[in-house]
């Protein structure tokens, strides 16, 4: 007998924009967002027998996102992402879980004429900052904020030697490599009982998301890096010691590889070891190197 062994439905890819006016100076702040929302509860006979009784349309979704949007702040993301999730399970008694997705995306103030422009930004690189609150009845809220796409290099400072050798291996011992990432960092806060919870916590998510960036962008330049693994280990080590409220911290980074390249075919020309000056980016294969890190 086939059963449902598990189901959550919602609508993805919500796209709001939130301008918020300060009349008395004229500055706007701008925030824009891609939304999820998924719901799980007492939903199964919606698949198993075509009843649409227990289905709040994903239509609904959206509009009670916009209208979630309209009447309360939608900064921090974690205490939007938390008023949505409750405002699911509160209104419709069927349903237990929201999970809720929230992606910002950057718009950077102008600077101009060294000011910063009351009302006109720029999209400053891909990197989103992104929150995930599932809003669960009986139990609270569970937050993963996170860092996504950002981008970086360092032309230095990073070495992979004395891993395994064998009949399989052709990679030689680097001392000296180019080393790029695209971050994704996370890190989960204690479970919040409720809404109010997380307004008491409210300035911490900035807070957090500030220092978590710094750590990442710091570490990254000025570790020695033995290796991905290593270098990943020490953000997480210095975000949770940053931060006592969050319980783990997650990387997830891919290892783009910039592959030297010999000419030594081109009358002698040397462009290898402590002569590389010209590389090859690689878009695939790449590493990718994931850990979390507790207390
Ligand atoms: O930092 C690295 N970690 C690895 O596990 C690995 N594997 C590899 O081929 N290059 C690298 N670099």
């Not at 916590?201 to 960036?213: H, L, Q, S, Y």
């Not at 949770?240 to 030594?264: G, Q, R, W």
């Amino acid at each position: 007998m086939p059963k449902l062994a598990a189901a959550r439905y919602g609508k993805d890819n919500i796209r709001v924009c939130k301008v918020e006016r300060d009349e008395a100076t004229k500055t706007h702040i701008v925030v824009e967002m891609t939304v999820c929302v998924l719901l799980e509860g007492e939903i199964e006979t919606s698949y198993t027998e075509a009843d649409n009784s227990v289905v709040v349309a994903t239509d609904t979704m959206k509009n009670t996102t916009y209208i979630v949007a309209k009447q309360n702040p939608v900064t921090p993301p974690e205490l939007f992402a938390s008023i949505l999730g409750t405002h699911f399970i509160e209104t419709y008694k069927h349903i237990h879980t929201a999970h809720i997705k929230v992606t910002i995306h950057k718009w950077t103030r102008m600077i101009i004429d060294g000011k910063p422009h009351p009302h006109s930004f720029f999209r400053d690189g891909d990197e989103t900052r992104i929150v995930e609150a599932d809003v669960i009845e009986g139990k609270g809220i569970e937050i993963r904020s996170a860092i996504s796409g950002l981008l970086v290099l360092k032309s230095t400072g990073s070495q992979f030697h004395s891993f395994v050798r064998n009949d399989f291996t052709t990679l030689p011992d680097v001392y000296d490599r180019i080393l790029s990432t695209s971050v994704d960092a996370g890190w989960t806060w204690k479970t919040l009982s409720s809404v109010d919870e997380v307004e008491t916590e409210v300035e911490k998510f900035d807070e957090t998301w500030t220092k978590a960036r710094d750590i990442t962008i710091k570490t990254f330049a000025e570790d020695s890096s033995a290796s991905v693994q290593n270098t990943m280990y020490k953000m997480g080590e210095q975000i949770l010691a940053a931060a006592s409220s969050v319980e783990a911290v997650d990387y997830s980074l891919p290892n783009k590889h910039y592959f030297e390249i010999d000419l030594s075919w081109h009358h002698g020309l040397k462009n290898t070891g402590e002569d590389a000056e010209v590389y090859a980016p690689q878009s695939n294969p790449n590493g990718l190197i994931k850990c979390t890190v507790t207390r």
